[in-house]
């Protein structure tokens, strides 16, 4: 039976030097495996803090509302449980891990969501075969993790993680950011052959409607103001684009 990700009534603050500030106020989503949700807004929309929500970033608190994964409370369990029950965060700006290696990270990483160091000589070949899909040379398994990596580098490293970790599902946090065309088509090509292999359930975050040519759509929801303020299939995407966000932020004036 496929997984559902459900997000109900979340409302959540974040910390800030003039205390704490609402930035969710009640977003309500359904995501099933083998579905992909494009989330997209203006800036400041809440739309980074729904993915640290998700993924259990310290720094935002939920106040009130659920997360369930396959009827188990999300916010119940620690950022490693979180990914053992099968979540998977692609950060906009990933983090530079040095002393560790890309392979002893990557295979630390399966070892511990699944329970069992994977077989070197499969694991290997996987290892392999992922990094020539996604166009990255066989030297970055020994480099230190994302360290000296251009910005392209660092996504394609996510997008290698995502393969190779299988989760139920993945929050992509504007993975389309700062990558040049034929980057971004090989980042979706790796999330399309993960969906494809595994049946991933994607939420997609992005501002623009580029990358969502080469990983369509099955649902688009906008944010305003920590809100879904409307919600459809990929036409949506079309008419933001098309139209911008005006609209929304003018009724929200």
């Known amino acids: 039976m496929a997984s559902i990700l459900e997000i109900k009534d979340l ?10 500030k609402q930035i969710l106020k009640g977003v309500d989503l359904t995501i099933r495996q083998g579905e992909t949700h494009a989330i997209m807004g203006p800036n400041g929309s809440g739309k980074s803090t729904l993915a640290y929500a998700i993924a259990g970033h310290p720094r935002y608190e939920v106040t009130s509302g659920s997360i369930l994964l396959d009827g188990e409370e ?3 369990m620690s950022v490693d449980e979180r990914a053992q029950a099968g979540l998977f965060l692609a950060m906009q700006y990933p983090v530079e891990i040095p002393g560790v ?17 994977p077989a070197i000589r499969t694991w290997m070949k996987d290892v392999k075969a992922a990094m020539k899909d996604l166009r990255m040379d066989s030297s970055f398994a020994e480099r230190n993790v994302n360290e000296g990596f251009s910005g392209g580098e660092k996504k394609r ?36 052959r993960a969906k494809e292999n595994t049946g991933l359930g994607v939420l997609l975050i992005t501002h ?11 649902f688009v929801h906008v944010f305003v103001d920590g809100r879904v ?14 139209e911008g966000y005006d609209r929304f932020l003018t009724v929200e004036a």
């Open 101 to 117: 290696t890309n392979a002893n990270f990557l295979r630390t990483a399966k070892t511990a969501i699944d329970g069992e160091a």
């Open 74 to 76: 999300v916010l119940e």
């Open 157 to 192: 490293n996510e997008i290698l993680q995502l393969e190779l970790l299988k989760p139920k599902f993945a929050v992509l946090d504007e993975t389309d950011s700062g990558l040049d065309v034929d980057a971004l088509k090989i980042v979706s090509e790796g999330v399309n």
């Open 229 to 242: 303020a409307e919600q459809g299939g990929p036409e949506l995407a079309n008419r933001l684009e098309e």
């Open 208 to 218: 623009y409607t580029r990358i969502l040519r080469y990983i369509k759509p099955d």
């Open 11 to 20: 409302h959540v603050s974040v910390e800030t030097d003039q205390g704490a």
